[in-house]
């Protein structure tokens, strides 16, 4: 039975995600369930694409990956199943998965698949858990319902200003203050980066490679570009956080 | 092997949780441990009894739930194990159970399904997580103790002035910062809520209905009334928490 | 298929965690995974040690530990793999292992263990949690690399001043805010511990014995003594955290 990933902006402080876990169990009780992040900043949906970007080429072919950022609960917005991959998405048609390429998406009409009673702002539990858990249990994709062809995206890329300068944004600060860019590292050798009027000129391919407390540019295990502090919190450093935007300069 | 749940006040900074996990594996290792919510705020019962009430009845019949918020550890209070809803419940003797309707309750007294040696202030791990998983196992719930009739309660129901009003209280704020209230979405329609020294006469029935700051009664996910602000937090524009006093009056 | 359990210094915000039991789904998914701690203070190698060390021992036979706080990550520090007490333990070679007695130790030399790409910021992704799995999926430990006899190795322990008189250190604050020392309970019965210019002569056997806010001392769960106030914080209380200086003084 495939595993099912978990990516939302519920905290770990209510039942939300438990009672989520319950209703999976309840349907598919031989499925695995993985959680990925449930403090993505509330009602980020950028942020909530990021952090499942990130994961989900790790986990095996077949996996369907639920995620609920989802500030529009309760209006007209569809629940999606979208394909790609070797996978499947599952989540509100908001733009949470515009990091897929080569993608096939449908809405979710088929209300068998939902829990009887359908509250206004818990489609966690009542929408998104219940068709998860009908796929992992061997519900075919075309069952859920038709293929759409304008699914709503958001735009996560840098862009490109001349041939050596791109601007672009901090998608995410980590748990240690790293501030995570939406500056690819493949994009080339970096002369500086212009950030919270601070520009930054030290590189290092390594923690240990950096000096104590000049925050530094590293190829970061995300493939972005990341500013980082030695041992320290380059958010700290800087003052600024998620959203805050850029420019790089390339040598 | 059915599943069984964690409901505590360990938090997520120490090897509490974990631990528990560990003795249950070595114990019933085909079971399925789901976490509900490890962040009750510390030593409150009615907190963990709220949590527990809003996510059992989403788990499949036969599930072992652990509730374990024990101010009371390492005195005399009793453990127990409590039947309703074709489910088990296992925790202290302290109330944390006392939103279940037809229960049937045992003191937990065969020591042969503890661990060997027990502490005074870690019974999550010594005795409750042990039961669960000997439970989960096969033992019968009558080898656990016999059973009682005057199982701990406390009260977590709002109470009828007149026919118009009713007085309740905040149960919990989620992680959002929404407001749930002990006052159940079915008593009727709202004219006014009074809480904090504020009246509020908005309701809506989905976020995107409310306007931008004013806060909003809404019926929740969890059945009760909620005071919501639209993609805002309740919490800080009232400034007020779990606990406080509520006076409801409907048309 | 054996347990493994993680304990980390990545926290619960970020994609991590997640993705480290993506890599072990895609090997060995048969295997259980149990989060023991990922809020571990960031690169802190001796916190990271006293969690694992305090819930190892509740684990089944075989059971595989990965524990990853690694501020060298990406350096020439090695990956190694423990064998002690009948369960393997996974992680860097910076003495987060230190706690094990009767230990033996390998270099994990064996690439073909790790992901095809390595990172030089998440060794958890790419090292760790493919090594611990190949391990859980019946790779023979020594198919890892050679045996080593120099592991790094981090003290642990309090220090004897005089018969009556040791020094030690607060280990960890829980999420209680109790003050968990190094300072075994078996050491004696105490006389009087001085920490932070007080000196504290209360003891108890369980919180409730407590007055109600004289931090006193208890034989923790963890086999330590820890200071504690009922139903409040000892860290508060004291105005003290991990690595606070302790003296002990027995009758």
Chains 1, 2, 3 share one sequence.
């Not at 199943?81 to 009409?109: C, T």
């Not at 249990?137 to 862009?159: E, H, M, R, W």
């Not at 791109?166 to 970096?190: M, Y």
């Not at 530094?216 to 972005?224: E, F, R």
Request: with cysteine; net charge positive.
């Amino acid at each position: 039975m495939p595993v099912i990933t978990l990516t939302t902006d519920f905290g770990l402080s209510d039942h939300f995600v438990g009672t989520m876990k319950g209703v999976i169990a309840g349907i598919a009780p031989k499925s695995t369930v993985i959680d990925i992040c449930h403090l993505v900043t509330p009602h980020n949906i950028a942020e909530g694409a990021f952090v499942l970007s990130q994961a989900y080429r790790y986990f095996p072919k077949g996996t369907i990956h639920v995620a609920v950022v989802d500030p529009g609960v309760g209006t007209q917005r569809r629940p999606i199943l979208a394909q790609a991959n070797g996978q499947y998405f599952i989540g509100p048609d908001n733009g949470i998965f515009s990091f897929l390429e080569k993608v096939k998406v449908r809405a979710i009409e088929n209300t068998r698949y939902f829990l009887p009673a359908q509250s206004s702002t818990f489609h966690g539990r009542d929408i998104f858990a219940p068709s998860a858990a009908h796929l992992a249990a061997g519900q075919k994709p075309k069952s859920f319902g038709p293929l759409i062809n304008d699914p709503v995206t958001i735009d996560l890329f840098p862009k490109q200003l001349t041939r050596k300068k791109w601007t672009g944004l901090v998608l995410k600060v980590d748990h240690f203050g790293n501030l995570i860019t939406n500056l690819p590292a493949t994009l080339g050798r970096v002369k500086q980066l212009t950030i919270a009027d601070r520009t930054l000129t030290e590189t290092a391919a390594t923690y240990q490679q950096m000096s104590d407390t000049t925050p530094t540019l590293i190829a970061g295990s995300s493939g972005y570009f990341e500013v980082s502090v030695r041992q320290g919190s380059a958010q700290a450093a800087l003052g600024c956080g998620a959203g805050t935007p850029l420019e790089l300069t390339l040598w």
